[in-house]
């Protein structure tokens, strides 16, 4: 399976940002798709992952800021971010696997999302 992903860049506070990613590949071996970011020094963290069924988990720290969503005949998921804060300030990175409460096999490269004034 491999993932592209799309969507980042540097955007004020406040403000915001949709991320895209597209599987492409053996797609009948994965369930659910996310989203991990990492900021410098830290670990990376689950931001939010749905499942073919719909089914999301999201992080504490987007609840209610940010929307994931999937259409399932383009393969792709996205993150809607909204009331972006400099702490959301990481590199963001797609996932792929079986469930949405465990990381996947399968990541794709990081798109960068900067928040800053």
């Known amino acids: 399976v491999q993932l592209q992903a799309s969507g980042g860049g540097l955007v004020q506070p406040g403000g915001s940002l949709r991320l895209s990613c597209v599987a492409s590949?053996?797609?009948?071996?994965?369930?659910?798709m996310g989203w991990y970011r990492q900021a410098p020094g830290n670990e990376r963290e689950l931001v939010a992952a749905i499942t073919s069924g719909g089914s999301t988990n999201y992080a504490d720290f987007v609840k209610g800021r940010f929307t994931i969503s999937r259409d399932n005949a383009k393969n792709t998921v996205y993150l809607q971010m909204n009331s972006l804060k400099p702490e959301d300030t990481a590199v963001y990175y797609c996932?792929?696997?079986?469930?949405?409460?465990?990381?996947?096999?399968?990541w794709g490269r990081g798109t960068q999302v900067t928040v800053s004034s």
């Open positions: 590949g053996s797609i009948f071996s994965i369930n659910a």
């Open positions: 996932n792929a696997g079986l469930s949405t409460y465990s990381r996947g096999r399968y």
